[in-house]
């Protein structure tokens, strides 16, 4: 592991990043999208002669400064590593962002709404982070950027790095973090802001080795845990919804608006979505849905939410993409609560739901019926607004589901196996 201390205000060392528990995907997903678009160059792709990567953030961290009108406001640490030291590193860095205590909840709905496959090992795929095909990340917990140094990383993807150090620097990401990514859906909302505004300083520069940006920010090394497409679109939603909300927000306030967003940072993708759509417009605060007398007594595991592209992602398993888009429009808010009872395995999750208008209900409602039909071997009517049915999920047979609709509210409640 290299280390020289530059000129300017950049200096290089390596501190091991203490090893404590692994995250929760709420926090780990803030973590993870400032690292997870870097697939590595092949060396002969590179220039014969080019300086250390670390003495290279020097200079681009001037010009990332002058880019985006923030400058440091102290030296930035930079870690160039050899591929062994940078795998572990990376581990390390992942499994020092939290507790895993949500994964399992997690896994439970996910597998229920589709959105990953039965045998798909969640809690392994988030926790056992792999650094094969990552050139880059900043670790916010040490404060300080990661390169890896064989590969030497084109300066893209340095200048995107540089960009989340002077964001950190300048708004204390890891607090920002912590007060504001509280749901599936608000940490995606914040994950935008932050990959967003480091993907424009990235565009802006161009790499003599490579031409342009890779052509794709959602390529990723294929294994195991790139099995599922769907989950691979939540996880890479700051990439493809990030860059663009930063735009129109440049457009319209200019470095200013930016600024005040990290302040006062969206909650929801509904924000990121929609043009129309702003933090001062907020969505409703839900209380956590009650379990329904029919499933009995249990005690409340676990709550979130899941935000409406979540929503739309899963309903796309089972509608059109533009279906999936009108199911999923009229999103004004969602609870979800995990129900475990005592001496039984299995769980029940309520989910429950706000829609703009009675039209928007009734276009999630045949989205929820088309998921509800291709899993039980009988069929819900097109015009129902409740039902009771019995689905298989993956090997599990027989759970129950409950639908009911009162005004713009929807309430589904699924009963499921670990």
């Given at each position: 592991?290299?280390?020289?201390?530059?000129?300017?205000?950049?200096?290089?060392?390596?501190?091991?990043?203490?090893?404590?528990?692994?995250?929760?995907?709420?926090?780990?997903?803030?973590?993870?999208?400032?690292?997870?678009?870097?697939?590595?160059?092949?060396?002969?792709?590179?220039?014969?002669?080019?300086?250390?990567?670390?003495?290279?953030?020097?200079?681009?961290?001037?010009?990332?400064?002058?880019?985006?009108?923030?400058?440091?406001?102290?030296?930035?640490?930079?870690?160039?590593?050899?591929?062994?030291?940078?795998?572990?590193?990376?581990?390390?860095?992942?499994?020092?962002?939290?507790?895993?205590?949500?994964?399992?909840?997690?896994?439970?709905?996910?597998?229920?709404?589709?959105?990953?496959?039965?045998?798909?090992?969640?809690?392994?795929?988030?926790?056992?982070?792999?650094?094969?095909?990552?050139?880059?990340?900043?670790?916010?917990?040490?404060?300080?950027?990661?390169?890896?140094?064989?590969?030497?990383?084109?300066?893209?993807?340095?200048?995107?790095?540089?960009?989340?150090?002077?964001?950190?620097?300048?708004?204390?990401?890891?607090?920002?973090?912590?007060?504001?990514?509280?749901?599936?859906?608000?940490?995606?909302?914040?994950?935008?802001?932050?990959?967003?505004?480091?993907?424009?300083?990235?565009?802006?520069?161009?790499?003599?080795?490579?031409?342009?940006?890779?052509?794709?920010?959602?390529?990723?090394?294929?294994?195991?845990?790139?099995?599922?497409?769907?989950?691979?679109?939540?996880?890479?939603?700051?990439?493809?919804?990030?860059?663009?909300?930063?735009?129109?927000?440049?457009?319209?306030?200019?470095?200013?608006?930016?600024?005040?967003?990290?302040?006062?940072?969206?909650?929801?993708?509904?924000?990121?979505?929609?043009?129309?759509?702003?933090?001062?417009?907020?969505?409703?605060?839900?209380?956590?849905?009650?379990?329904?007398?029919?499933?009995?007594?249990?005690?409340?595991?676990?709550?979130?939410?899941?935000?409406?592209?979540?929503?739309?992602?899963?309903?796309?398993?089972?509608?059109?993409?533009?279906?999936?888009?009108?199911?999923?429009?009229?999103?004004?808010?969602?609870?979800?609560?995990?129900?475990?009872?005592?001496?039984?395995k299995t769980q029940v999750i309520v989910w429950r739901t706000l829609w703009a208008t009675e039209q928007d209900v009734s276009q999630f409602l045949a989205g929820i019926k088309k998921l509800n039909n291709a899993r039980a071997q009988g069929s819900i009517d097109s015009s129902a607004r409740s039902w009771l049915s019995t689905?298989?999920?993956?090997?599990?047979?027989?759970?129950?589901?409950?639908?009911?609709?009162?005004?713009?509210?929807?309430?589904?409640?699924?009963?499921?196996?670990?």
């Amino acid at each position: 592991m290299k280390n020289c201390k530059q000129a300017l205000p950049l200096v290089t060392k390596a501190t091991p990043s203490p090893l404590v528990l692994p995250p929760t995907l709420a926090f780990a997903l803030i973590q993870l999208v400032l690292s997870w678009s870097y697939l590595a160059q092949s060396a002969s792709a590179q220039p014969a002669a080019i300086p250390a990567p670390c003495s290279r953030a020097s200079s681009i961290l001037s010009k990332v400064e002058a880019l985006r009108g923030l400058k440091a406001l102290q030296p930035l640490d930079c870690v160039a590593a050899n591929t062994h030291e940078f795998s572990e590193l990376y581990r390390k860095h992942i499994l020092s962002l939290g507790s895993s205590d949500s994964l399992p909840f997690e896994r439970a709905l996910f597998r229920g709404l589709a959105i990953i496959p039965e045998n798909y090992p969640y809690e392994r795929c988030v926790t056992n982070a792999d650094a094969q095909g990552i050139e880059a990340f900043y670790d916010a917990q040490n404060k300080r950027i990661m390169l890896r140094e064989e590969t030497s990383p084109p300066d893209s993807i340095i200048a995107h790095e540089v960009m989340h150090a002077l964001l950190d620097q300048h708004f204390d990401l890891k607090s920002l973090v912590r007060r504001n990514a509280t749901s599936l859906d608000s940490s995606l909302a914040v994950a935008a802001l932050i990959e967003g505004d480091a993907l424009w300083v990235r565009s802006l520069f161009r790499d003599p080795a490579q031409g342009a940006p890779p052509k794709s920010e959602s390529q990723k090394v294929k294994d195991i845990c790139a099995s599922s497409a769907a989950l691979d679109s939540i996880n890479f939603f700051p990439y493809t919804f990030g860059k663009i909300w930063v735009a129109r927000l440049r457009e319209a306030g200019g470095q200013t608006a930016l600024d005040r967003a990290f302040l006062n940072p969206p909650h929801t993708t509904r924000e990121i979505i929609h043009r129309d759509a702003s933090s001062a417009e907020r969505s409703p605060a839900l209380d956590p849905p009650r379990l329904p007398s029919m499933f009995g007594s249990a005690k409340l595991s676990h709550v979130d939410s899941l935000g409406q592209y979540a929503i739309r992602v899963a309903l796309g398993s089972f509608l059109s993409h533009e279906q999936a888009i009108l199911a999923a429009k009229g999103w004004r808010a969602d609870r979800v609560a995990w129900y475990s009872f005592e001496g039984r395995k299995t769980q029940v999750i309520v989910w429950r739901t706000l829609w703009a208008t009675e039209q928007d209900v009734s276009q999630f409602l045949a989205g929820i019926k088309k998921l509800n039909n291709a899993r039980a071997q009988g069929s819900i009517d097109s015009s129902a607004r409740s039902w009771l049915s019995t689905i298989n999920i993956g090997t599990s047979t027989g759970s129950r589901v409950l639908v009911s609709t009162e005004g713009r509210e929807v309430l589904v409640a699924l009963e499921v196996s670990p």
